[in-house]
């Protein structure tokens, strides 16, 4: 498994951008597909985005399409997300997570390591 530690959330005003980070320890990224998600307080873990292991492809849920990228650093062994134009519904913990070269992409379930979150609030 990776080990996941998320950074960069915080509160933020609607419009507003931040970039949240995603370190790994444990495995190389290069061999992993890596996915952010996010979980709003009374709702079940949305996709958000996500990249594949080479990096040549990334996939976007589409309440963030034209918003947010996605991207990686191999050598820093970090995904970033990059989160513009924020709206409040964009409020909740957001979580990296990574697959070894998983066919579902988007799919929670194809992930078996899991940061512990950072809290993104965008208020109105």
């Known amino acids: 498994q990776v080990r996941l530690v998320e950074s960069g959330g915080g509160l933020v005003q609607a419009g507003g951008s931040l970039r949240l980070s995603c370190a790994a320890s444990?495995?190389?990224?290069?061999?992993?597909?890596m996915g952010w998600f996010r979980q709003a307080p009374g709702k079940g873990r949305e996709f958000v985005a996500a990249?594949?292991?080479?990096?040549?492809?990334?996939y976007y849920g589409d309440s963030v399409k034209g918003r947010f990228t996605v991207s990686k650093d191999n050598a820093k062994a970090t995904i970033y997300l990059q989160m513009n134009n924020l709206k409040p519904e964009d409020t909740a913990i957001y979580y990296c997570?990574?697959?070894?070269?998983?066919?579902?992409?988007?799919?929670?379930?194809?992930?078996?390591?899991w940061g512990q979150g950072t809290q993104v609030t965008v208020s109105s």
């Open positions: 990249i594949r292991w080479s990096g040549d492809s990334t």
């Open positions: 444990g495995r190389t990224l290069s061999r992993h597909d």
């Open positions: 997570a990574a697959a070894v070269k998983t066919l579902r992409i988007t799919t929670a379930t194809s992930y078996d390591s």
